[in-house]
């Protein structure tokens, strides 16, 4: 079973999150009001490192397991997207303080609630799917 | 021993994530965690409902068990990781959310007026809870990504794209948390 690895990834992931406190509510409504650098330190550290990463698979000096070159996917482009999509993400972000991977690590915590949340970030998938075509992007 | 279970700083929460990601692409896949949202639905069948589901989610396997490992995970920190479950938050926070009616905050680390059982139990709870799960759905697929897929690795691209949608999460962040939070609790 090769999706293993995924697994044992996913199981750091959770953990790392946990730790650093980023699953907390709290830690993102003090993100949100300005009052603790961790939040930015989190996000901020792991994108200049990011970026270092990313420039070595592009130049190549970094390959796959397979010895190929890494490819990047673009993102879709689009200013209301981007913007509006941000906005309303970012409403929901600040008001339970959990993303989607928070979400599924919350639920390992034992969280009952979270279900819910979860749920309702299903129904959001399914609601954009319906009205996308209405939707300027 | 208190390294594990001590809060683990940002310059150590910050790399560790960044190493995750580098294994996932190492790996020939991505880091992007809200397109399982649409796996989870297609899963369930939501291809009866709309085109869009009909997708072979198979392909995603990977990613679905990358969640199921958070979970994994994140049982494993809960139980064996962190003794205290207090949040160290700072004092003007605690103040700040002790006016807005969150009473001990930082003492559990989440706060029972949203995740508590009686506020599940409640209509205003219970609509906090899928409210803020459905924003945070129908935008991250608007948008095309969460903190993981924009954040992340789109900053790490050097995306403008991903530019422009955290600059749409702080912006509706900052607005639910300065405006709609104090009117709401």
Same mark, same amino acid.
């Given at each position: 079973?090769?999706?293993?690895?995924?697994?044992?990834?996913?199981?750091?992931?959770?953990?790392?999150?946990?730790?650093?406190?980023?699953?907390?509510?709290?830690?993102?409504?003090?993100?949100?009001?300005?009052?603790?650098?961790?939040?930015?330190?989190?996000?901020?550290?792991?994108?200049?490192?990011?970026?270092?990463?990313?420039?070595?698979?592009?130049?190549?000096?970094?390959?796959?397991?397979?010895?190929?070159?890494?490819?990047?996917?673009?993102?879709?482009?689009?200013?209301y997207r981007?913007i509006i999509g941000g906005i309303i993400?970012?409403?929901?972000?600040?008001?339970?303080?959990?993303?989607?991977?928070?979400?599924?690590?919350?639920?390992?915590?034992?969280?009952?609630?979270?279900?819910?949340?979860?749920?309702?970030?299903?129904?959001?998938?399914?609601?954009?799917?319906?009205?996308?075509?209405?939707?300027?992007? | 021993?208190?390294?594990?279970?001590?809060?683990?700083?940002?310059?150590?929460?910050?790399?560790?994530?960044?190493?995750?990601?580098?294994?996932?692409?190492?790996?020939?896949?991505?880091?992007?965690?809200?397109?399982?949202?649409?796996?989870?639905?297609?899963?369930?069948?939501?291809?009866?409902?709309?085109?869009?589901?009909?997708?072979?989610?198979?392909?995603?396997?990977?990613?679905?068990?990358?969640?199921?490992?958070?979970?994994?995970?994140?049982?494993?920190?809960?139980?064996?990781?962190?003794?205290?479950?207090?949040?160290?938050? *700072?004092?003007?926070?605690? &103040?700040? /959310?002790?006016? $807005?009616? +969150?009473?001990?905050? !930082?003492?559990?680390?989440?706060?029972?007026?949203?995740?508590?059982?009686?506020?599940?139990?409640?209509?205003?709870?219970?609509?906090?809870?899928?409210?803020?799960?459905?924003?945070?759905?129908?935008?991250?697929?608007y948008?095309?990504?969460?903190?993981?897929?924009?954040?992340?690795?789109?900053?790490? *691209?050097?995306?403008?794209? &991903?530019? /422009?949608?955290? $600059?749409g +999460?702080?912006?509706? !962040?900052?607005?639910?948390?300065?405006?709609?939070?104090?009117?709401?609790?």
């Amino acid at each position: 079973m090769k999706n293993i690895r995924f697994i044992i990834l996913g199981i750091l992931f959770g953990i790392i999150l946990s730790k650093a406190e980023v699953i907390s509510w709290y830690r993102i409504y003090e993100m949100f009001k300005f009052q603790s650098f961790h939040m930015y330190g989190i996000i901020g550290s792991a994108v200049v490192l990011g970026i270092i990463l990313f420039s070595l698979f592009k130049k190549g000096t970094i390959k796959n397991y397979l010895g190929e070159k890494i490819e990047l996917e673009a993102k879709k482009k689009g200013i209301y997207r981007t913007i509006i999509g941000g906005i309303i993400f970012g409403l929901g972000w600040g008001l339970i303080g959990a993303c989607p991977g928070p979400m599924f690590i919350l639920l390992g915590r034992g969280v009952l609630s979270i279900l819910i949340v979860i749920f309702g970030g299903l129904l959001g998938v399914l609601f954009y799917h319906a009205i996308k075509n209405k939707l300027p992007h | 021993m208190d390294v594990i279970s001590q809060p683990w700083p940002w310059y150590v929460g910050g790399p560790l994530i960044t190493l995750v990601m580098f294994f996932l692409y190492y790996f020939g896949k991505k880091f992007g965690i809200s397109s399982n949202l649409e796996s989870i639905c297609a899963m369930g069948g939501a291809g009866k409902i709309h085109e869009h589901f009909n997708f072979d989610w198979k392909k995603s396997s990977w990613n679905l068990m990358f969640v199921l490992g958070t979970i994994i995970g994140g049982f494993i920190a809960f139980k064996f990781m962190t003794p205290d479950q207090a949040i160290v938050l *700072n004092p003007q926070t605690v &103040s700040d /959310l002790s006016e $807005i009616g +969150f009473e001990n905050a !930082g003492v559990q680390y989440l706060p029972e007026e949203i995740f508590g059982l009686d506020a599940l139990l409640s209509i205003k709870g219970g609509a906090t809870l899928i409210i803020g799960g459905l924003l945070v759905g129908f935008g991250a697929r608007y948008a095309g990504g969460c903190t993981s897929g924009h954040a992340i690795t789109g900053l790490s *691209n050097l995306e403008l794209p &991903s530019l /422009l949608a955290v $600059i749409g +999460f702080f912006i509706g !962040g900052l607005i639910m948390t300065w405006l709609i939070l104090p009117l709401l609790f």
